[in-house]
């Protein structure tokens, strides 16, 4: 069973930074695509930031410029630098992976959520 924990997640004021971790721990053969979403309350989810295996972002339009991700396939780690954050930006944020247990078997595995709170 694989899981993924979240980290760095906290409450920072407007313009300030923060970098999520999100690890990926069992019995993991490789993982592809790696990325961030975010719920704020009464909202979807929505994609923030995705990383392939090769290391090809994207990015929502919305935090084009001021976040960065980043991946170390060695730690089966995800990032995301977050800077010049804004009050909009506050929402739960969620890593998601997708895991392959061998090169047939595969998962999307979601972590449990960290909150990010910017105050103006």
């Known amino acids: 069973q694989v899981q993924l924990v979240e980290s760095g997640g906290g409450l920072v004021q407007a313009g300030g930074s923060l970098r999520l971790s999100c690890a990926a721990s069992?019995?993991?053969?490789?993982?592809?695509?790696m990325g961030w979403y975010r719920q704020a309350p009464g909202k979807q989810r929505e994609l923030v930031a995705r990383?392939?295996?090769?290391?090809?972002?994207n990015y929502a339009d919305s935090v084009k410029g001021r976040f960065a991700i980043s991946r170390d396939n060695a730690k089966n780690t995800v990032y995301l630098q977050m800077n010049s954050l804004k009050p909009e930006d506050t929402a739960v944020y969620y890593c998601?992976?997708?895991?392959?247990?061998?090169?047939?078997?595969?998962?999307?595995?979601w972590g449990q959520g960290t909150q990010v709170t910017v105050s103006s």
């Open positions: 998601k992976a997708g895991v392959r247990y061998s090169r047939t078997a595969y998962q999307v595995i």
């Open positions: 069992g019995s993991i053969f490789s993982i592809d695509d």
């Open positions: 990383i392939s295996s090769g290391d090809s972002p």
